[in-house]
Structure formats: C-alpha cells, structure tokens
C-alpha cells in the first residue's frame, strides 16, 4: 500500500477528526523543544551528530510499536518530510497500516535553491506548543 501524502493543513483536518490518530514527530528531541504540532509525540528516526553525521535511532521501531497500534492511524512529521518518508517507510515494512507523511513537514520543503516549495505546519500557522510528550517519556512507557 502507498503512503500517503498530506500537506500540512490536511495532516491537521485529519488529527481533528480521527479520534485516535497522532501526529508522530521524527525529528531530533531538540528540534521537538523549540516547537511542534499540539497532541505530537516525539521519536526521533535519527540523531544528528555533527555537521552532515547522523546516525540512525536504534531504538525507534521498539518504541513505536510498543506505545502505538499498528492499526492506528499516524501522522508521520519531520521538518521537511524526508526524514518522515524514512520513518513511514520503515513503519510500514513492520506492519503498521495507517501511515501519512507530512510534505513540508514542520519546517516546509526546499528545492536545491534553498526557496520554499511546499509552506511548513508552523508557516501554515497551525497550532505549536513547546511542551508535551517527549522522546525520554515514551522511552519509559515502552520499557
């Protein structure tokens, strides 16, 4: 099955009106501070470990399947929406069924120039808070 693709004021339409949906933040716990969508939660794909370093979270799979069902629906974010494909991508491959990537991310998608092709959740001026569930707190739940 695809993934399915939304713009950010589609991702919120569907957060308001699919009761048991979430908005899974993939970006790093840092970028999940200064701000994101209300009701997201935070599991970082990668980590960032310097200028062009990342590494891949190891325990990402671990964590989201055992604090989400692989029937509910997620809303997979980053900040541009590749690191979110990624994220869906290996979502999908473990089995869970109900997965959309957020074009644009939080952020919003660049072209090679740099120029903005796809407005962000935040430039949207959809709902951000700075406080909420984060990355330490589900890897608690999912121990």
């Keep these: 099955m695809a993934i399915e693709q939304l713009e950010p004021a589609q991702a919120h339409l569907v957060l308001e009106e699919t009761p048991d949906a979430v908005y899974l933040d993939v970006r790093t716990e840092e970028e999940f501070e200064r701000g994101?969508?209300?009701?997201?939660?935070?599991?970082?794909?990668?980590?960032?470990?310097?200028?062009?370093?990342?590494?891949?979270?190891?325990?990402?799979?671990?964590?989201?399947?055992?604090?989400?069902r692989k029937e509910q629906t997620l809303i997979v974010g980053c900040a541009g929406g590749v690191r979110s494909?990624?994220?869906?991508?290996?979502?999908?491959?473990?089995?869970?069924?109900?997965?959309?990537n957020v074009k644009g991310?939080?952020?919003?998608?660049?072209?090679?120039?740099?120029e903005i092709v796809v407005k962000g959740w935040r430039d949207m001026g959809l709902p951000v808070i700075t406080e909420g569930v984060t990355y330490a707190m589900l890897r608690l739940k999912a121990r």
């Excluded at 960032?48 to 604090?67: M, R, S, W, Y």
């Excluded at 991310?105 to 740099?114: E, H, K, L, P």
Aim: hydrophobic share 40%.
């Design 85 to 100: 494909q990624l994220a869906c991508e290996i979502l999908e491959q473990a089995g869970f069924q109900r997965l959309a």
């Design 105 to 114: 991310g939080f952020s919003g998608a660049r072209d090679q120039s740099g």
């Design 36 to 68: 994101h969508p209300v009701h997201a939660v935070n599991v970082p794909v990668i980590f960032i470990k310097g200028p062009g370093q990342t590494e891949h979270n190891a325990d990402f799979l671990e964590v989201v399947v055992k604090t989400h």
